[in-house]
């Protein structure tokens, strides 16, 4: 079966840095565009930042462009998120998920993605 699972996150100092990883199995990852949504209590969630099957293409919402930064690692099937110059706006659970498509759309959408990760929480403080 298809399982996608979240690691890395934690608490962190307002201006710190974390980075989160996400790993998925019974699937072809290099069939998949992948992304990272977030959400906080109360809050919708939203979409965070794409990256296409092969890593050539990325976006990113504007909260986070020139902070975070994604990548994958298609021979371990792997996708990560690197988040600097973190602020207490930044906390929320970190979701990772699998778009069956190898590209991403312009807006980065959760019912553009079909198979998603238990989440993982960060917290920044202040």
């Known amino acids: 079966r298809v399982q996608v699972v979240e690691f890395g996150g934690g608490l962190v100092q307002a201006g710190g840095s974390l980075r989160l990883s996400c790993t998925a199995s019974?699937?072809?990852?290099?069939?998949?565009?992948m992304g990272w949504f977030r959400q906080a209590p109360g809050k919708e969630r939203e979409g965070v930042s794409c990256?296409?099957?092969?890593?050539?293409?990325?976006s990113y919402a504007d909260s986070v462009k020139g902070r975070f930064t994604i990548s994958r690692d298609n021979a371990k099937n792997t996708l990560y998120l690197q988040m600097n110059s973190l602020n207490p706006e930044d906390t929320a659970m970190y979701y990772c998920?699998?778009?069956?498509?190898?590209?991403?759309?312009?807006?980065?959408?959760?019912?553009?993605?079909?198979?998603w990760g238990q989440g993982t929480q960060v917290t920044v403080s202040s």
């Open positions: 998920a699998a778009r069956k498509y190898r590209l991403c759309n312009k807006y980065i959408r959760p019912s553009d993605f079909g198979f």
């Open positions: 019974g699937l072809t990852f290099d069939d998949y565009a």
């Open positions: 990256i296409s099957w092969s890593g050539g293409s990325t």
